[in-house]
């Protein structure tokens, strides 16, 4: 009789646990390394992103937005942060330069939408540079209804008696080693939900001594660097059931012809890339060269968020994991005809909306109207706008897995 209870209760416990596994817990971190353009990384010895690249995924990818159109991004630092954190280019997040003069928080950074939907979570930054957590981040703003960061690390950059600033620039080398620290310390004990790495030696050394061994010094020296995080990211999965999301990138590349500065449209100001750490990544990931501002769905898809539809809808990047059934949506207009094109990765239906308001960079609500169901195969639609005059439309093309959109502009 004992046995057969035994077994009774043992058969209860496999079902109940059959159908109710441990829930895995999904979290992100992010790392910037700033300023090294695609072949640079190339140049330098960097046995961790190798190692990441082998065990994960690695691409060449873009900054600076579609440089001929209303999307054009300038390559600077600041810019290129922004575009991470809120999926979208610069004529959206409004973040043109160092400065950080208006950052427009109507565009969700990827904390902030984490902490809509998970209030008691956590999120942190470990930076060198201050303005990326007070400014970009917008921690404790009204603008971004008093968004908390519950672990941060920086602003060492402004204490210059425990970190003298030499001309040499070392003072930046201890800085990120000390961010770096701290990030591996808090991920392995604390495990935070989402959190934003960025170093900064690099961009340094190259504003200093452009393509030079001093430069691939310092990629190699923030490569050691990234390797502790990611050592800490693999501990954190092997003693808890975690499952990270663990992406490094660069935020511009430098200029042709000496390495030294950036800020243009130039191939290689333009160029930069990302390391991830799943297989799994997409057929966009492999075939075509992917953009910063195509983190952010990943890291959505990741963590299982589901924005508004009206976030969706002003979003630049599709994501490098799942599947994307189109991409590069465009549209002109002539006399009253619209003419929209795309590139269809899938064949499939896809809805097409229309808006003649840009009411979300208000934090308002835009009402589209739908102009058409097509066959993503077709990569082509036209209709008239007759009855709809405008200096602004916003089209937007809505798959099963992807939603793209486009501005026409005066
Ligand atoms: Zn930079």
Do not use: C
């Amino acid at each position: 009789m004992k046995h057969i209870y035994l077994a009774f209760i043992l058969m209860t416990t496999l079902v109940f646990s059959q159908n109710m596994p441990a829930r895995t817990s999904k979290k992100v971190v992010f790392i910037i390394v700033d300023g090294i353009s695609y072949d640079q990384l190339q140049t330098a010895k960097t046995p961790h992103l190798d190692r990441i690249a082998k065990e994960g995924s690695f691409t060449e990818a873009y900054v600076g937005g579609i440089a001929e159109d209303y999307r054009n991004t300038p390559t600077i630092s600041a810019v290129g942060y922004n575009s991470l954190l809120t999926g979208t280019w610069a004529n959206k997040h409004n973040v043109y330069g160092n400065g950080i003069k208006k950052p427009n928080y109507s565009y969700p950074t990827i904390f902030r939408l984490y902490k809509d939907q998970h209030p008691n979570g956590s999120i942190a930054v470990f930076s060198s540079w201050l303005d990326n957590r007070t400014k970009l981040v917008g921690d404790g703003l009204p603008e971004t209804k008093y968004l908390k960061v519950n672990e941060h690390y920086d602003g060492m950059e402004h204490d210059s008696i425990n970190f003298p600033h030499d001309k040499q620039r070392n003072f930046m080398k201890m800085i990120d080693m000390h961010v770096a620290l701290k990030a591996s310390e808090v991920i392995e004990n604390k495990g935070p939900d989402v959190s934003w790495v960025y170093l900064e030696f690099t961009d340094d050394m190259g504003h200093a001594f452009g393509d030079s061994p001093r430069f691939n010094a310092a990629v190699t020296f923030e490569d050691g660097l990234i390797g502790r995080i990611y050592n800490a990211v693999q501990k954190r999965q092997q003693t808890h059931n975690e499952d990270w999301l663990f992406v490094v990138t660069t935020d511009h590349g430098r200029r042709a012809s000496d390495g030294k500065h950036h800020g243009g449209q130039t191939a290689r100001e333009r160029s930069t890339w990302i390391a991830i750490n799943k297989k799994e990544t997409n057929t966009y990931f492999k075939k075509q060269i992917p953009a910063i501002v195509d983190i952010y769905p990943t890291m959505l898809q990741h963590l299982s968020l589901t924005p508004s539809k009206a976030v969706l809808r002003e979003l630049d990047g599709v994501s490098l994991l799942r599947p994307v059934d189109a991409i590069q949506l465009s549209a002109t207009k002539k006399a009253n005809k619209l003419e929209i094109r795309w590139k269809a990765l899938q064949s499939g239906k896809a809805n097409l909306y229309l808006t003649t308001t840009n009411h979300f960079n208000q934090s308002k609500t835009d009402t589209y109207i739908k102009i058409g169901e097509v066959d993503l195969s077709k990569e082509y639609f036209k209709t008239s706008v007759k009855r709809r005059p405008s200096n602004f439309y916003k089209v937007v093309l809505e798959t099963p897995n992807t939603t793209l959109n486009y501005w026409i502009t005066k």
